[in-house]
């Protein structure tokens, strides 16, 4: 069995990051597929008492120490403090990577993730006046990101930290998933980017995880 197994799904830019980090720490490391758009496990009792009662992905199980964690910000703080890898040095790093997790997960995240669900994945389209909103609000976040890495290679300075794998969650999605281009449009974000996917261990979302393309089974 290996070390750590992680509860995901190719589209899912929340389990990417588990999966991303697990990857550049080089953990023995296995994903077990969170079958979203079909079993939908999430809707099962069985799964919110066994596996995650909040019925989210991704979850990591880590074998070896008995331990089951939810939420992708949990995670990268576990797998971090146990390792020392990606991990900020000092109390105001700390608390620096923090900010920039929960602003991921609030503006960035939380305005862009339902914009590209709404916009490939819902069983019907999204308003065109949500959409527009969702839209608004991600690139006035993007904008913010992308200010702050004109100044810094990375977010929380020189080095990448767990803040850097937090940020890049839904950021290497193909731009047609978007019907704009986040990189073209935030050059500082562009050029980050680059810096992350040069990184050893550095994995697309969709090589990492089981279910792409959409809806197709992985093989067993």
């Known amino acids: 069995m290996s070390e750590y197994q992680l509860y995901c799904f190719a589209q899912s830019g929340n389990a990417y990051r588990g999966a991303l980090m697990l990857n550049l720490i080089g953990a023995d490391w296995k994903p077990v597929w969170y079958d979203f758009f079909g079993t939908a496990p999430q809707r099962t009792p069985e799964f919110r008492e066994s596996v995650n009662e909040m019925g989210e992905a991704p979850v990591l199980v880590d074998n070896v120490r008995n331990k089951k964690l939810s939420q992708s910000g949990v995670i990268l703080t576990y797998l971090s403090d146990l390792t020392g890898q990606y991990k900020p040095e000092g109390e105001d790093a700390k608390l620096e990577a923090l900010r920039w997790i929960i602003f991921d997960n609030q503006k960035v995240n939380g305005f862009l993730g339902p914009f590209r669900f709404l916009k490939n994945f819902a069983p019907t389209p999204g308003d065109p006046a949500v959409m527009e909103f969702l839209k608004g609000r991600a690139q006035a976040a993007l904008a913010i ?76």
């Open 145 to 220: 990101v992308n200010k702050r890495l004109e100044q810094t290679p990375f977010l929380v300075g020189d080095k990448p930290t767990i803040a850097d794998i937090s940020m890049t969650g839904y950021l290497y999605y193909p731009a047609d998933e978007f019907g704009f281009d986040i990189a073209k449009d935030h050059p500082a974000i562009g050029a980050w980017l680059g810096r992350m996917k040069a990184l050893p261990g550095w994995g697309h979302p969709y090589d990492l995880m089981p279910g792409y393309p959409f809806g197709s089974k992985p093989a067993v």
